[in-house]
Nanobody, 118 residues
Framework: QVRMVASGGGLVQAGGSLRLSCAAS????????MGWFRQAPGKERVFVAR????????YYADSVKGRFTISRDNAKNTVYLQMNSLKPEDTAVYYC???????????WGQGTQVTVSS
């Protein structure tokens, strides 16, 4: 059974930092990209960052470039999202996902709430 467990969300003041984790289990993810998406209240879920599991190449949404860093720990099968210089507009539920090479999502994590106060 595949599981993707996201954690690390919370309440932080603007300018602060949080690190999200996504622990994946139940299969080999070496052929996937691991992504973070977020969904703010009343809005669609949008892409935040992506890392290619094999090779480590990374991609970011323009809105988070220079502030967020995605990384992975192969031994722990875990993907991280380090979020610095947080802004109120970063407030959302953050989801991790396992993406196929064609861009589809095979697995979603359960989401973790990030709230940034001004």
């Amino acid at each position: 059974q595949v599981r993707m467990v996201a954690s690390g969300g919370g309440l932080v003041q603007a300018g602060g930092s949080l690190r999200l984790s996504c622990a994946a289990s139940g299969r080999t993810f070496s052929s996937y990209a691991m992504g973070w998406f977020r969904q703010a209240p009343g809005k669609e879920r949008v892409f935040v960052a992506r890392i290619i599991w094999s090779g480590g190449r990374t991609y970011y949404a323009d809105s988070v470039k220079g502030r967020f860093t995605i990384s992975r720990d192969n031994a722990k099968n875990t993907v991280y999202l380090q979020m610095n210089s947080l802004k109120p507009e970063d407030t959302a539920v953050y989801y991790c996902a396992a993406e196929t090479v064609s861009g589809g999502i095979d697995y979603w994590g359960q989401g973790t709430q990030v709230t940034v106060s001004s």
